[in-house]
């Protein structure tokens, strides 16, 4: 019922910046959170940064605070990830997810119902 594209990934220097974007289409209306994540290879999905869809409240992991920020644009239904002083640790696939329900932990992969495709980031050094 919600579908969710990711887009604005790529290869990127160390030090430099990159905005993802994920557009969100559908029945949006039940979803209290959207979440971004990451995967490297033979790496758990990690929590990077979620943000509440009605009110706005934020927050990222610590190993990305203050790097990384978390907005939405609630017309068009889209939510992004600003990176930047990026490392090539943060090499990864990044995936936003929606997480209905209002109860359960936002940092949790496992809370969120529906997924984006993932998008590709590159840090090289």
């Known amino acids: 019922q919600v579908q969710l594209v990711e887009s604005g990934g790529g290869l990127v220097q160390a030090g430099g910046s990159l905005r993802l974007s994920c557009a969100a289409s559908?029945?949006?209306?039940?979803?209290?959170?959207m979440g971004w994540f990451r995967q490297a290879p033979g790496k758990e999905r990690e929590f990077q940064c979620y943000i509440t869809w009605s009110g706005g409240s934020t927050y990222c992991a610590v190993p990305v605070k203050g790097r990384f920020t978390i907005s939405r644009d609630k017309a068009k239904n889209t939510v992004y990830l600003q990176m930047n002083s990026l490392k090539p640790e943060d090499t990864a696939v990044y995936y936003c997810a929606d997480k209905i329900a209002s109860w359960g932990s936002e940092v949790r992969a496992d809370e969120y119902t529906y997924w984006g495709q993932g998008t590709q980031v590159t840090v090289s050094s």
């Open positions: 559908g029945r949006t209306f039940n979803s209290h959170a």
